[in-house]
């Protein structure tokens, strides 16, 4: 199963994007998570990328697009991939089209989680990841047992920089001016599949994985 995730910032792509990528066995590979990889242990990449994250921005196309060519070069993606925060622009859209062409290997579905906006700032400004594993936990919805403390590894808890109420609301911005397109071009190609995104996360990955089993 090859497969892209696409929704704006807070509908939960991560959370859904490990559930799926367990029940169908393939890597879950998020640009977001290798970029912030990348700037924890301080390499080239992260140091390029960091200003762009900061403000809420897309790093540029060239960087990203060789990131994930290079990704998609690895063993593991021999049974497909979830891709998650790539694409993020038509630009970017076209460029897997024409790398997976080259493979033979094209997408067998995009799924959209599509969520009210109202909805999304609450769900952000909640949010908070821990700085050992990546694990999310949320201030309202799964909150931590010990306030500020990792459920899973005990690591630090903290609020991504670009989760404060500013950057959420660049990132609103960059996604419908950028990203939302992408919804489009994925329709015209018989690819889209959309899923409400509100409900509980057990009930969400049970609607995306409804809808996939009628993907071939
Ligand atoms: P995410 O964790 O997916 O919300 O990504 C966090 C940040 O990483 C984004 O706000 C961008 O700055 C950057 N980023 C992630 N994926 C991409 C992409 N496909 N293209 C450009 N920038 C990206």
Redesign the pocket.
């Known amino acids: 199963m090859r497969l892209v995730l696409v929704g704006p910032?807070g509908a939960g792509?991560?959370t859904q994007a490990q559930f799926l990528a367990s029940h169908f066995g393939i890597p879950h590979i998020?640009?977001?998570?290798?970029?912030?990889a990348n700037l924890k242990e301080g390499t080239p990449l992260g140091v390029e990328?960091k200003g762009?994250?900061d403000?809420?921005?897309?790093?540029?196309?060239s960087?990203?697009n060789e990131m994930?060519r290079d990704r998609l070069t690895h063993d593991d993606v021999v049974n497909g991939f979830l891709l998650?925060?790539?694409?993020?622009?038509v630009v970017?859209a076209q460029v897997l089209r024409a790398m997976l062409a080259e493979k033979k290997n094209p997408l067998n579905a995009v799924l959209e989680l599509s969520i009210e906006k109202s909805e999304i700032i609450a769900r952000l400004s909640g949010r908070r990841v821990c700085r050992n594993c990546g694990n999310t936990a949320h201030l309202l919805f799964d909150p931590p047992s010990v306030d500020g403390v990792c459920n899973g590894c005990q690591g630090e808890l903290y609020q991504?920089e670009?989760d404060k109420e500013e950057v959420v609301t660049r990132?609103l911005e960059?996604y419908e001016e950028q990203t939302a397109p992408i919804v489009d071009f994925y329709r015209s190609e018989g690819l889209l599949i959309t899923i409400s995104a509100t409900g509980s996360v057990g009930d969400i990955t049970e609607r995306a994985i409804t809808a996939l089993s009628r993907v071939h």
């Open positions: 910032p792509k991560g998020s640009t977001g998570d290798i970029f912030r990328a762009f994250m403000r809420g921005e897309l790093v540029p196309d960087v990203t994930v998650d925060g790539f694409p993020r622009n970017q991504r670009d990132r960059v």
